[in-house]
C-alpha cells in the first residue's frame, strides 16, 4: 500500500500513542521512593501497594468489551480514547499539586491514572487491530506499536533517574500530567474510518470465538512462546551472587536489551511490507529455542552483553510476527476485547515462569547442594526448560486454521 497522508497519519497517532504509555513510566521511581522515604512503608506493605494500585490492569478484556460493544456519539474509539487520557491526566496533575503525600491521597489517583492508560492502552490496541485489516498494515502497525514502547523504554532508564535525583516529585507528576494530553491533541487528526460504529449490539462474538481450536490454539502458543522461568527473578539473582554483577552493570544490561529490541523492531517494520510474516512465525519456535539456549553461556561482562543483545533483537522480531497472527485473528467487532485478551496471556506467561522458576531454583538448589556448580547446573535445566517451550509452540501454532478459516 503507497504511504497515503491518511496512514502517516496513522502511524503519527499510534506512534504517539504508545509512546506516551511507555513515557509515564518516569513516575515509578520517584514512587517507590514516596513509599519507602516519605511512607516509610515495609517491603511487604510497599508490595501490597503496587499490587492495589496496578489492579486495574487485571481488567483490560472488560475494557476491551465496553470499547466494543458501547459506544459515545456513535463512536466506538476516538470518545473513549480521549477521555481515558484525559482522567490520566488529571490524575497525574491532582498529585502534582500535592506537598505531603498520604496513603491513600496517592493510592487512589495512581489507581485512576493506571486505570486510565489500562483502558487507552486497550481502546488503542482495539483500533490498531481493526484498522490494520481494514488496510493491510497489521504488521507494521504492530512494529510501531512494540518500537515506540521500547524507545520509551530507552529514555525513561536514561532519563527517569536522573530525574528522580534532580526534580521535584511534583514536577515529574506534572510532566506525566501533561504526556497524556498528546494522545488528546493527536487523536484530533484521525478518523475512526468505516467501522466506528458497533455492527452488532450484543458480545455474541466473543463465547463463539472463546469456543473455537483457533482461540485455544494461540492462548497455549502464547504462553508456551513467553514461558522462560530463568528470566527475571533467577536471572536477577544469578547475575548478582554467581556472575557478581555490580547494580550499575545489571542497569546498563537492561538498557542494551531495550536499545537491541527497538533495533529488532525497526528491522521488523522496513522487512515486513508485503511479506509473508507467517512464514516467521513458523520459524520463530526454533530460532528462539536457540537464542534461549545461548543463555547456558551467560558467564561474564562479554558473554551477558552479547547474550542480552541477541536476545532483546530476537525476541521482538519473532514476537511482532506472533503479535500479526494474533491482530488478524481477532474476530470482527470484538477487536478491542480479544486483542487485549490475547496479550493478558502474554502477562500470564510472564509472572508465571517468574514465580514457578524462583520456586524450581530454590528446590533444585536444596536438591543439588551437594554437586559442584550445582548454581550453573540448576540455571541450566531452566534454560532448557525454556527453550523446550518455545520449541513445543511448533506444534501449537494455529496458523493452518486461521488460513483455513480466513479470520477477517
Not at 504488521?139 to 518500537?147: E, K, M, N, R, S
Not at 512465525?281 to 537464542?291: E, I, L, Q, Y
Not at 508465571?352 to 528446590?363: E, P, Q, T, V, W
Request: some cysteine.
Amino acid at each position: 500500500m503507497p504511504m497515503t497522508d491518511s496512514l502517516r497519519r496513522r502511524y503519527a497517532f499510534f506512534s504517539i500513542n504508545y509512546f506516551v504509555q511507555g513515557a509515564i513510566g518516569i513516575i515509578y521511581e520517584p514512587l517507590n521512593y514516596i513509599l519507602k522515604d516519605r511512607l516509610r512503608l515495609t517491603p511487604g506493605q510497599a508490595a501490597g501497594f503496587v499490587a492495589w494500585m496496578t489492579f486495574p490492569l487485571l481488567l483490560k478484556p472488560l475494557y476491551g468489551v465496553v470499547t466494543d460493544f458501547v459506544p459515545l456519539g456513535e463512536r466506538r474509539r476516538k470518545p473513549h480514547l480521549i477521555l481515558a487520557a484525559l482522567l490520566s491526566a488529571v490524575a497525574f496533575l491532582g498529585l502534582a499539586s500535592e506537598t505531603r503525600y498520604r496513603y491513600s491521597a496517592l493510592l487512589v489517583p495512581m489507581m485512576l491514572s493506571i486505570f486510565a492508560m489500562a483502558f487507552a492502552d486497550v481502546v488503542c490496541g482495539g483500533w490498531l487491530v481493526e484498522d490494520g485489516k481494514e488496510r493491510h498494515e497489521t504488521a507494521p502497525y504492530q512494529a510501531i506499536h512494540i518500537g515506540s514502547l521500547y524507545l520509551s523504554a530507552v529514555l525513561v532508564g536514561a532519563g527517569g533517574g536522573w530525574m528522580t535525583s534532580h526534580l521535584p516529585f511534583s514536577w515529574i507528576f506534572g510532566i506525566a500530567g501533561l504526556l497524556p494530553l498528546g494522545i488528546v491533541a493527536v487523536s484530533l487528526f484521525v478518523h475512526e474510518g468505516r467501522n466506528a460504529q458497533p455492527r452488532r449490539q450484543t458480545p455474541f462474538p466473543l463465547w463463539s470465538f472463546l469456543r473455537t481450536r483457533q482461540f485455544l490454539a494461540l492462548s497455549l502458543t502464547i504462553i508456551l512462546w513467553n514461558f522462560y522461568p530463568f528470566l527475571g527473578t533467577v536471572q536477577f539473582y544469578y547475575q548478582s551472587n554467581i556472575l557478581h554483577l555490580n547494580p550499575q552493570w545489571i542497569g546498563s544490561l537492561m538498557t542494551i536489551g531495550s536499545i537491541a529490541g527497538l533495533a529488532g523492531s525497526a528491522v521488523f517494520w522496513k522487512l515486513c511490507r508485503g511479506k509473508d510474516v507467517n512464514a516467521w512465525v513458523r520459524r520463530g519456535p526454533f530460532v528462539m529455542a536457540a537464542v534461549s539456549m545461548s543463555y547456558l553461556f551467560y558467564r561474564g561482562p562479554v558473554s551477558v552483553t552479547v547474550v542480552e543483545a541477541l536476545f532483546g533483537f530476537s525476541t521482538v522480531f519473532f514476537r511482532l510476527a506472533l503479535l500479526d497472527l494474533i491482530a488478524r485473528s481477532c474476530p470482527v467487532d470484538a477487536e478491542a476485547t480479544f486483542y487485549a485478551l490475547f496479550l493478558a496471556f502474554f502477562d500470564i506467561a510472564m509472572f508465571g515462569s517468574n514465580a514457578l522458576g524462583g520456586k524450581l531454583y530454590d528446590f533444585l538448589q536444596r536438591s543439588l547442594t551437594a554437586q559442584v556448580h550445582h548454581d550453573q547446573i540448576s540455571a541450566m535445566i531452566l534454560i532448557l526448560i525454556g527453550a523446550g517451550c518455545t520449541l513445543a509452540c511448533r506444534w501449537t501454532l494455529p496458523i493452518r486454521e486461521q488460513e483455513k478459516e480466513n479470520i477477517p
